[in-house]
């Protein structure tokens, strides 16, 4: 089989291809970038800790909380990078 296709046709498919897919890319980007916060219940779940644990680590300056509409609640962000073993983003000592 023989396929064949014009020089202009071949750049033209290029560059919708290059365009959609930095589309993509940037809403993936900006999709990771919106923060979020979670409750003091989904991040007990998560690290598979009391209540009492989160307390300790938020004396320690290891896991801090913020306070969202009245209510204590934790970035995803510190908390991703805690799971990612990257504390020293966070500032923490160990």
């Known amino acids: 089989?023989?396929?064949?296709?014009?020089?202009?046709?071949?750049?033209e498919f290029?560059?919708?291809?290059?365009?959609?897919?930095?589309s993509e890319l940037?809403?993936?980007?900006?999709?990771q970038n919106a923060?979020?916060?979670?409750?003091?219940?989904?991040?007990m779940?998560?690290?598979?800790?009391c209540r009492g644990t989160l307390w300790r680590w938020r004396k320690a300056g290891y896991l801090v909380p913020i306070n969202?509409?009245?209510?204590?609640?934790?970035?995803?962000?510190d908390v991703n990078h805690i799971i990612e073993g990257d504390i020293a983003k966070k500032g923490a000592t160990t």
């Open 1 to 11: 089989m023989i396929v064949s296709v014009k020089l202009g046709e071949l750049v």
């Open 14 to 22: 290029g560059n919708i291809l290059i365009s959609n897919v930095k």
């Open 26 to 31: 940037e809403q993936t980007i900006a999709d």
């Open 35 to 43: 923060e979020t916060y979670l409750s003091i219940e989904k991040v």
């Open 45 to 49: 779940e998560m690290f598979g800790v």
């Open 68 to 77: 969202v509409g009245g209510k204590r609640r934790y970035r995803k962000s």
